[in-house]
């Protein structure tokens, strides 16, 4: 095997442990900062992709929301953890 193929088998193993989310954090943030006019049964058990999704278009202000959101991509990770694995 070639050192390109060897470094790219190395990344490729690597990545799924480069980003891993925190759920009892995403819980925290959850407690702290949407619990007050959100349940968690309005978005429990949907996919991590489609919550991201939500999260980001909720920072970035394309979906409106009071008061306006302000998470870095580490606590977006964190909530939709939480809640895609919430009941």
């Not at 442990?17 to 007050?36: E, L, M, N, Q, R």
């Not at 968690?40 to 939500?54: C, F, H, N, W």
């Not at 278009?57 to 008061?67: E, G, M």
Request: contains cysteine; hydrophobic residues 50%; aromatic residues 4%.
């Amino acid at each position: 095997m070639n050192r390109i193929s060897v470094a790219c088998a190395v990344v490729a193993l690597a990545l799924p442990f480069a980003a891993v989310a925190d759920g009892k954090a995403g819980k925290a943030k959850w407690d702290a900062a949407c619990a007050d006019c959100h349940e968690v049964s309005e978005y429990a058990g949907q996919p991590v992709a489609d919550l991201t999704k939500t999260l980001k278009a909720l920072v970035a202000d394309t979906i409106k929301h009071k008061p306006k959101l302000k998470l870095t991509d580490a606590e977006i990770a964190n909530l939709a953890a939480f809640l895609s694995t919430a009941k």
